[in-house]
């Protein structure tokens, strides 16, 4: 008896050391697994363009937006952040000529990143620009400056520039098949980064929408629809379809809720990411969002699998001489 006793206490501390052992194994795989840096690579040029067109506006009406005599006074602006961490270089630099300078070199950072010139410094004074402009001009700020500072964070991080850009091909130009890129645990990281934090901002935003009635209804999107302070496209003729308002309604409701969840496994990932690029390209031309719906696709691409990129190279890209025709990383670590 006092034999079975004791095997039986000892199975039973030993499957919790197991289990732990398990999730601390699948918890570090998942994080810290090196994986292609191809994909973030793509979320580099995407974002850059994106946050060049965003650093040109800025530069439309510079003094308006930073300025001391702008929309908004530095002195209402630190009343309304109400936070003594709401740093902003513009604060440091008020006068107009100081204000120029710093936008543009908000711009040329933006446009570094895009080519991938010096691709980390780029990275991280991008980032610094858009918080500054942020913190300065709170008002302004929509879900387009949200999102690109949720991807410049994981470009911040990871090697963005290791492919697909002027630093890659100097470094392969310099050495050869040696400069190509390998297999990165910081890649893996940036990624899993942006998919998690995406998986956040889906989640709440769609609990969100659960507190509103019309979107139990289904008929939030005739609202927005109906909206002549967003709408670009006239499509008040859906009025005379309710039902189709009720299936698309409820489709946005269940997708944006379902995301965190179906959009790891395999079998509904690609569903779920063309659903994706739908519904932020369907915002972008009815609502007049497009610069947001084309940042929400690219925060997308992170779980797009570098195969996949490569795929389409070999497809519209017949040379093979190129760096991007000789691979390496597994392309199947995202997917």
Same mark, same amino acid.
């Given at each position: ?36 840096? /191809?994909?973030?690579?793509? *979320? ?6 994106? %946050? ?6 800025? +530069? ?45 070199? =908000? ?7 895009? *080519? ?8 991280? #004074? ?5 918080? =500054? ?7 302004? #700020? ?7 500072? %949720? ?5 911040? *991080?990871?090697? =963005? ?7 890659? /091909? ?23 980064? *942006?998919?998690?934090? /995406? ?10 929408? /659960? ?13 927005? %629809? ?8 006239? %499509? ?13 309604? +409820? =489709? ?14 395999? +079998?509904?990932?690609?569903?779920? +990411? ?33 195969? #996949?990129?490569?795929?389409? #190279? ?22």
């Amino acid at each position: 008896m006092r034999t079975n006793d004791h095997v039986h206490h000892t199975s039973a501390t030993a499957a919790p050391r197991g289990w732990f052992a398990e999730w601390a194994a699948s918890w570090n795989a998942f994080w810290f697994t090196p994986c292609d840096p /191809l994909p973030l690579a793509v *979320i580099r040029i995407a974002t850059g363009l994106i %946050l060049t067109w965003s650093c040109v506006v800025w +530069l439309l009406d510079v003094d308006a937006f930073f300025g001391d005599r702008g929309w908004m006074s530095p002195t209402q602006v630190w009343r309304m952040n109400d936070q003594p961490w709401q740093w902003s270089w513009y604060f440091a630099g008020s006068s107009p000529t100081m204000i120029r300078v710093l936008a543009g070199v =908000s711009l040329a950072a933006a446009v570094a990143l895009t *080519i991938g010139l010096a691709t980390p410094l780029a990275a991280v #004074v991008s980032f610094a620009g858009l918080v =500054s402009a942020a913190n300065r001009a709170p008002l302004n #700020v929509f879900g387009l400056d949200d999102t690109l500072g %949720l991807l410049l964070i994981g470009l911040v *991080i990871g090697p =963005s520039g290791r492919r697909w850009s002027v630093d890659w /091909l100097l470094a392969w130009a310099e050495q050869g098949r040696a400069g190509e890129s390998a297999p990165s645990v910081r890649a893996n990281v940036a990624l899993r980064l *942006i998919q998690v934090h /995406l998986c956040v901002v889906y989640f709440f935003s769609g609990a969100g929408k /659960l507190l509103g009635a019309s979107w139990w209804e289904g008929t939030a999107l005739w609202g927005a %629809l109906a909206n002549d302070m967003y709408r670009t496209s006239d %499509l008040r003729n859906l009025a005379r379809h309710p039902l189709v308002i009720n299936v698309l309604t +409820l =489709s946005t409701l269940f997708w944006e809720v379902a995301y965190p969840a179906l959009v790891w496994p395999r +079998l509904t990932r690609r569903l779920f +990411l063309a659903l994706a690029v739908a519904v932020h390209l369907g915002i972008g031309l009815t609502m007049g969002m497009m610069e947001f719906g084309l940042a929400m696709i690219t925060a997308n691409v992170a779980f797009v699998p570098a195969g #996949v990129f490569r795929q389409l #190279v070999r497809l519209f890209v017949l040379s093979d001489s190129s760096p991007s025709s000789h691979p390496q990383g597994n392309p199947s670590s995202l997917s």
